[in-house]
């Protein structure tokens, strides 16, 4: 069974991630140890709050180094939420701060155009281009989103491999290589979150099988 290190560095929606995990078919170590999440298979970053704040924990614990090190080493990593906001370059939330820079692009405010803000409830994410996280799932798929920040890039950029739509346009969906996020949560959108994890656990799973 393939083992998923969920980095625990104090923020996120950990207990139901993990929960909803297991349910995918993973075993989970939640943790912020580094050697503990080195034995795993792959690694989730969770996340509810300031970018600013995750990065500060992050780089003070050294998991912020630890995860692109595993990244550059091809290990599978998913970002949900702000955890999938941490993996670009950058974001102007509250003056601002570097992420991991896994992903190109910077995190830009929502243009909800007039909608209420944050985006909070269901939205159906539509897939731009197929990929390992969508396989099975219906197109549009609806996926629960509680967020005010998104990322800033092109929709027709390689990257971008789900849209949504609250107020104008934006990418919900996005992954390269072996790096991929959510900006919606998946441990909260029911059956097709659950599948959508599972999709990323066959991802690391036949990553495992390669490296045996």
């Given at each position: 069974m393939?083992?998923?290190?969920?980095v625990d560095y104090g923020m996120g929606n950990r207990r139901s991630m993990q929960k909803s995990?297991?349910?995918?078919?993973?075993?989970v170590v939640m943790t912020g140890d580094h050697d503990a999440l080195r034995a795993?298979?792959?690694l989730v970053v969770p996340g509810v709050g300031a970018f600013a704040r995750a990065m500060d924990v992050l780089n003070q614990t050294g998991l912020a180094d630890f995860v692109r090190e595993r990244a550059?080493?091809?290990?599978?990593v998913l970002g949900a939420c702000l955890g999938m906001q941490l993996l670009f370059e950058h974001s102007p939330e509250f003056g601002g701060a570097d992420g991991l820079g896994l992903l190109?692009?910077?995190?830009?405010?929502?243009?909800?155009?007039?909608l209420k803000l944050p985006h909070i409830g269901w939205n159906s994410v539509r897939w731009a281009r197929p990929s390992a996280l969508s396989d099975g799932l219906p197109d549009p798929a609806p996926f629960y989103h509680v967020h005010s920040?998104?990322?800033?890039?092109?929709?027709?950029?390689?990257i971008a491999l789900g849209i949504s739509d609250y107020g104008s346009e934006f990418a919900s969906v996005v992954g390269r290589g072996n790096v991929y996020g959510t900006q919606f949560h998946p441990e909260k959108s029911?059956?097709?979150g659950i599948a959508l994890l599972a999709n990323f656990v066959r991802v690391c799973t036949s990553v495992e099988a390669t490296a045996a």
């Amino acid at each position: 069974m393939v083992t998923l290190g969920l980095v625990d560095y104090g923020m996120g929606n950990r207990r139901s991630m993990q929960k909803s995990l297991e349910r995918a078919g993973a075993t989970v170590v939640m943790t912020g140890d580094h050697d503990a999440l080195r034995a795993t298979d792959g690694l989730v970053v969770p996340g509810v709050g300031a970018f600013a704040r995750a990065m500060d924990v992050l780089n003070q614990t050294g998991l912020a180094d630890f995860v692109r090190e595993r990244a550059g080493a091809g290990v599978p990593v998913l970002g949900a939420c702000l955890g999938m906001q941490l993996l670009f370059e950058h974001s102007p939330e509250f003056g601002g701060a570097d992420g991991l820079g896994l992903l190109p692009g910077e995190i830009v405010p929502l243009d909800a155009r007039g909608l209420k803000l944050p985006h909070i409830g269901w939205n159906s994410v539509r897939w731009a281009r197929p990929s390992a996280l969508s396989d099975g799932l219906p197109d549009p798929a609806p996926f629960y989103h509680v967020h005010s920040f998104v990322p800033g890039i092109a929709l027709d950029s390689e990257i971008a491999l789900g849209i949504s739509d609250y107020g104008s346009e934006f990418a919900s969906v996005v992954g390269r290589g072996n790096v991929y996020g959510t900006q919606f949560h998946p441990e909260k959108s029911s059956r097709d979150g659950i599948a959508l994890l599972a999709n990323f656990v066959r991802v690391c799973t036949s990553v495992e099988a390669t490296a045996a």
